[in-house]
């Protein structure tokens, strides 16, 4: 369960970075004055609020935000939120924040590079792969591909953590794209400093190389037709601890709900993962390598 005080965290997190941002929206906005001027009235609920009832849903493990939003957050959180308006309302409002928010992730959500870090992805299904042609609402922008769990449709979620098991970096694509395609592009990797473990799924000469290049070391195992080549003692050990992406992913979709097939527009899909990946950033207890307690069960001080 979600404690009150982590509740006010949360929202005093989210509603100091609102003032700032739109201090510096308005101060970086440039206004039309041939356009007719619109009424623009304030909402009861501010941003900052929607934003922490997003995030909240993904830490209390519902599985329907109207159900949340209507038996739980109406009934049993008005003295946080006095001020709530309907479902269909709070709907609309979600729009106007994925862009604050996503910003905000991007900003003081993400952790920070040790030198360890580990890469993977993982299937965001949005239908099951034989009613792709029914679905309408990812229709020219989902894909089908093939997965280590079978065919599925929707995207994928590349991810690169480090050993506190935060995420470093993130990004989507459609389900059909090349795991290594994202490594390829520096804005992905610019935060990452030192060796990358992942999959046989990344192996690749010219990838290896380019990383090389800058300052990362890919390391990963090797396919059994594959000349076999001697590896550093803690590189064997951190391959093992490769799990910790895995973890990782399990509890974003588990737990932080990133993943279902109820989503009705592409606008609620991005909220929904981005709210989950903000609400994975303050979760207290994170997937994480005790390296030393390892090395002391092996023997090795």
């Not at 065919?151 to 290594?180: C, E, M, P």
Request: proline share 2%; charged share 30%.
């Amino acid at each position: 369960m979600i404690s009150d005080s982590k509740i006010i965290e949360i929202f005093c997190n989210l509603d100091d970075f609102m003032e700032e941002f739109d201090a510096v929206l308005l101060k970086n906005s440039i206004s039309d004055t041939s356009l007719p001027k619109k009424r623009n009235r304030k909402s009861k609920m501010s941003k900052s609020e929607v934003m922490t009832i997003m995030v909240i849903f993904h830490l209390k493990s519902h599985r329907n935000l109207k159900h949340f939003y209507l038996y739980y957050v109406s009934k049993h959180m008005d003295d946080f939120f006095p001020d709530l308006v309907s479902y269909n309302r709070f709907v609309e409002l979600q729009k106007s924040v994925i862009q604050p928010l996503a910003v905000y992730l991007k900003l003081f959500g993400l952790g920070k590079c040790s030198g360890i870090s580990f890469i993977d992805s993982t299937a965001l299904k949005v239908c099951h792969y034989k009613r792709e042609k029914q679905n309408k609402v990812f229709q020219g922008i989902a894909e089908k591909s093939y997965g280590t769990l079978g065919w599925f449709y929707g995207f994928k979620l590349h991810l690169v953590s480090n050993d506190k098991g935060q995420i470093i970096d993130f990004l989507i694509t459609k389900a059909n794209v090349d795991d290594r395609y994202p490594l390829k592009n520096k804005n992905f990797h610019d935060k990452i400093f030192g060796k990358i473990y992942g999959d046989k799924g990344y192996l690749g000469k010219d990838l290896f190389d380019k990383l090389f290049v800058d300052g990362i070391h890919l390391v990963t195992k090797l396919r059994k037709n594959m000349k076999k080549k001697a590896l550093d003692f803690m590189d064997k050990i951190y391959l093992r601890k490769r799990a910790i992406i895995e973890s990782v992913n399990d509890v974003l979709k588990n737990t932080c709900q990133i993943e279902h097939s109820r989503h009705r527009s592409f606008d609620n899909f991005l909220g929904n993962l981005i709210a989950g990946l903000t609400a994975y950033s303050f979760l207290d207890k994170k997937p994480s390598i005790k390296i030393q307690r390892f090395l002391s069960n092996i023997g090795i001080s």
